[in-house]
């Protein structure tokens, strides 16, 4: 049984001493040995139809193999697009922020299961994925895939705890796939 907190990154403070607080907004229990075969989100898949992107894989890659990364975010644009300097002003050194722009649950996945967690154990990894799924999966999918994710995770890093973030609203108006998204967050 996986345990899965989803939280809004507003809501994540790292504190002068190391330690690591969330506001648990929401929490949900997967069952992730039961993630159905048919889930294509399930398997991790590389995206070699981006630019690029291999190289920023290969860098996450080589970043975690000098080790000591105590906080890993790992996501799509939204985790990427932090600003560098804030980001490092904000959680240290032994942060690191893995993002790529456009990644689904499945490529997430993909670049877990091919080193990005090989030499560090880090104590916390913040997961932000799923927003770029909405509008091609169902939420059972996404839902599913995102546990696949975390299981992999564990399977890595034992020790680590795991926030994953909730799915922000998206449109000018916030109700763009409302749907899909209020299901994959309450999931």
Do not use: C
Request: hydrophobic share 40%.
């Amino acid at each position: 049984m996986q345990k899965v907190i989803a939280v809004s990154m507003l809501s994540l403070v790292m504190l002068g001493t190391g330690a690591v607080v969330a506001q648990q907004n929401q929490t949900q229990t997967t069952n992730t040995n039961s993630v159905a075969t048919t889930n294509k989100l399930a398997v991790g898949a590389p995206r070699p139809d981006l630019a690029g992107w291999m190289d920023s894989h290969d860098r996450f890659v080589r970043r975690a193999k000098r080790g000591s990364v105590d906080l890993v975010f790992f996501g799509d644009s939204i985790t990427q697009w932090w600003p560098h300097d804030d980001f490092i002003n904000r959680y240290g050194r032994t942060a690191a922020n893995f993002g790529i722009g456009g990644d689904q649950v499945q490529h997430l996945l993909w670049r877990v299961q091919n080193g990005e967690l090989d030499g560090i154990q880090p104590k916390v990894a913040v997961i932000a994925v799923g927003t770029n799924n909405v509008a091609f999966n169902s939420p059972d999918d996404i839902s599913g895939g995102i546990a696949r994710l975390v299981a992999a995770i564990q399977e890595k890093s034992p020790t680590t705890k795991v926030l994953v973030q909730g799915i922000f609203p998206r449109g000018w108006d916030g109700q763009w796939k409302a749907d899909t998204i209020n299901q994959v967050n309450t999931g």
